[in-house]
């Protein structure tokens, strides 16, 4: 299945697209919300380094593992706006 533009006097009106094409565009604008968070975050460690808690990669695999076991990714979810400390 290929997109489809939908147009409505010469112009384009509508884009119908594949559903997976759809999802994967969704996951991609899911993931650019992190990117201010994460910024954020590099720039606290680099400012403060001692302040950074030290963690293997064994322990980020488990984490990683249990949040996405809890629940799936959420089209509503949003990143936190600021970090508690």
Aim: net charge positive; hydrophobic share 40%.
């Amino acid at each position: 299945m290929q997109t489809v533009v939908v147009l409505h006097h010469n112009k384009p009106s509508a884009y119908l697209v594949p559903a997976r094409t759809y999802e994967a565009l969704m996951d991609m604008l899911d993931d650019l919300q992190w990117i201010p968070l994460v910024q954020q975050r590099i720039a606290d460690w680099q400012a403060d380094p001692d302040q950074g808690i030290p963690v293997t990669r064994e322990e980020l695999a488990n984490i990683a593992r249990a949040t996405t076991a809890k629940s799936p990714k959420s089209r509503t979810a949003k990143p936190p706006l600021a970090t508690a400390r």
